[in-house]
């Protein structure tokens, strides 16, 4: 059996390091070069890059990837200006997908995939945020008033006939409308030569 003074001894806190390393800045410079390479992720030309140059067979890379999750973290996401970098930095987590981005066809569809959706991102966005409006129902005509001498209100007519576009009142102009006569009667159109 251990004596009580043996206890005692194995009881003490280590005392920590004496040469502890202080960050200068505060952590500012380690973030923001953290911050710099996870943004730089979402360019599938550097992950095929990274993938040419075999740093994705290097443990302490694929351990480094895995580290860098703390990004998706809300107190951190804020900072990040290109959110496709999350994804590829998920999608890295996978050794099938590093495998794949060796191969340039491969970078060249993630490219495309990921041009694609800039190009349609706010009409997907808009599609999936902004519910569709119900259709509204169709207001039965008011009963008829008593016949009277007064005209019906130019404004209730109006209401209920579409206006027309001005490609509509070209097309209701004769060929021979006095609009296109000059003072002497002569047809100023333009005609085709030669007919």
């Not at 390091?17 to 410079?29: E, L």
């Not at 804020?78 to 930095?89: D, G, S, V």
């Not at 209100?153 to 070209?170: F, G, I, K, R």
Request: hydrophobic letters at 30%.
């Amino acid at each position: 059996m251990a004596s009580p003074e043996e206890i005692d001894d194995t009881s003490e806190v280590p005392s920590p390091p004496k040469n502890v390393y202080k960050d200068p800045d505060g952590g500012r410079q380690r973030f923001l070069l953290e911050l710099e390479f996870i943004q730089c992720l979402a360019n599938p030309t550097y992950i095929h890059y990274l993938a040419q140059n075999r740093y994705f067979e290097d443990e302490a890379f694929i351990e480094y990837l895995n580290y860098l999750q703390y990004w998706q973290r809300p107190e951190y996401i804020k900072f990040i200006m290109y959110p496709h970098c999350l994804y590829f930095l998920e999608l890295l987590q996978n050794p099938n997908f590093r495998t794949a981005m060796a191969h340039p066809a491969n970078k060249e569809l993630a490219h495309r995939q990921q041009f694609y959706y800039w190009k349609n991102y706010r009409n997907n966005r808009l599609k999936h945020i902004l519910p569709r409006p119900l259709p509204e129902p169709i207001a039965p005509p008011p009963p008829p008033a008593p016949s009277t001498s007064l005209p019906p209100a130019p404004s209730a007519t109006a209401a209920l006939s579409p206006a027309l576009s001005p490609m509509q009142y070209n097309n209701m102009l004769s060929k021979n409308d006095t609009r296109n006569m000059g003072a002497a009667g002569i047809d100023r159109r333009k005609r085709k030569k030669g007919t």
